[in-house]
C-alpha cells in the first residue's frame, strides 16, 4: 500500500515540476524587468535622465537576453513593448521635452511591463477614477454646450488615455481596443464640428460602458488559470492514489475471504 501510494506521488510531481519551474522563471524574468522599468521611472522623477537611459538600456539587454530562451509573448506584445520602450528612451535623451512629459512617456513604458507581467489588476487600472472623472467633466460641457470647455477637458482625457492605450492592447483583444479606439477617433475628429448635442451625448454614453466594461473585467479578481490547473492535477492524482489503494484492499480483502471459504469447507 506503502509503495502505490509513492508511486502515485512521484507520478505527480514528475508531472507538474516542469510546469512548476517554468512558471517560476518566467515569473522571475518578469519580475526583473518589472523592478528595472520602475527604477527608470524613479530616476525620470528625480530628473537624473542619464541614470535612466542606463537603466533601459539595461533593460534592453535583459529583455533581449529573455527573449532567445523563452518568447512567452505575442508578436503584438513584443512590438508594443519595443515602441514603448523606444519611446521612453528617446524622452530621457531630448533636451526638448519637458520633465512632465518625459515621466508620461516612462510611465507609459512601466505600464506596459507590468500588464505583461500581471494577470490580474494592473497598474494602468489604478488611472480608472482620474479617467472617468475627466470624461463626466467632459460629458458635463456637452450638456452644458460649452465647446471650449468640452475641447479643453478632452485633451485632458486624452493625455490620460494614451498613458494607459499600450497596456490596454497587451491585457485586451484586438475587438476591444479597436472598438474603444474608434470612440477616441470620433470625438477628436469631429471635436470642432457642428454636431447634435444628442448625437455627441450618445457617442460619450456608449464609450462610458465601454470603459466601465474595460476597467471592471480587468478588476475582476478571478482565480489565476495556472492556479486552477495545479488544483485540478493535484485532486486527480489523489483521486487516483486513493482509487489503486482502494481496488488493492478489495483485492486484498476478496483473496482473504476466499481463503477463508477454501479452509472452512476443508
Request: charged share 30%; net charge negative.
Amino acid at each position: 500500500m506503502k509503495v502505490s501510494s509513492i508511486i502515485c506521488v512521484i507520478c505527480f510531481i514528475v508531472l507538474i515540476h516542469p510546469i512548476s519551474i517554468f512558471a517560476t522563471s518566467n515569473e522571475d524574468n518578469w519580475e526583473k524587468l518589472d523592478q528595472i522599468s520602475d527604477q527608470a521611472l524613479q530616476m525620470v522623477k528625480q530628473e537624473r535622465y542619464k541614470d535612466a537611459k542606463q537603466l533601459l538600456s539595461h533593460f534592453s539587454n535583459e529583455f533581449l537576453e529573455i527573449n532567445q530562451h523563452e518568447r512567452a509573448y505575442s508578436m503584438d506584445e513584443l512590438r508594443v513593448i519595443t515602441v514603448s520602450h523606444n519611446k521612453a528612451l528617446e524622452a530621457v535623451t531630448s533636451s526638448s521635452l519637458s520633465i512632465e512629459e518625459r515621466v508620461n512617456a516612462v510611465t507609459q513604458f512601466r505600464l506596459v511591463i507590468d500588464a505583461m507581467r500581471t494577470e490580474h489588476q494592473p497598474m494602468w487600472t489604478e488611472m480608472e477614477d482620474s479617467i472617468m472623472t475627466t470624461f463626466g467633466q467632459m460629458k458635463e460641457t456637452v450638456e452644458q454646450g460649452d465647446q471650449e470647455t468640452f475641447n479643453y477637458q478632452l485633451n485632458i482625457f486624452l493625455s490620460k488615455y494614451e498613458l494607459i492605450h499600450p497596456s490596454i492592447r497587451v491585457d485586451m483583444t484586438p475587438e476591444d481596443v479597436q472598438k474603444l479606439d474608434s470612440h477616441i477617433t470620433f470625438l477628436d475628429h469631429y471635436r470642432n464640428q457642428e454636431l447634435k448635442k444628442a448625437t455627441r451625448l450618445q457617442q460619450l454614453e456608449q464609450m462610458e460602458m465601454d470603459l466601465r466594461d474595460l476597467f471592471e473585467r480587468m478588476t475582476k479578481d478571478d482565480a489565476d488559470p495556472s492556479l486552477i490547473w495545479v488544483m485540478i492535477l493535484t485532486g486527480s492524482a489523489i483521486i487516483l492514489t486513493l482509487t489503486y489503494v482502494g481496488w488493492k484492499k478489495y483485492k486484498a480483502d476478496k483473496q482473504k475471504r476466499q481463503t477463508q471459504r477454501e479452509y472452512d469447507d476443508r
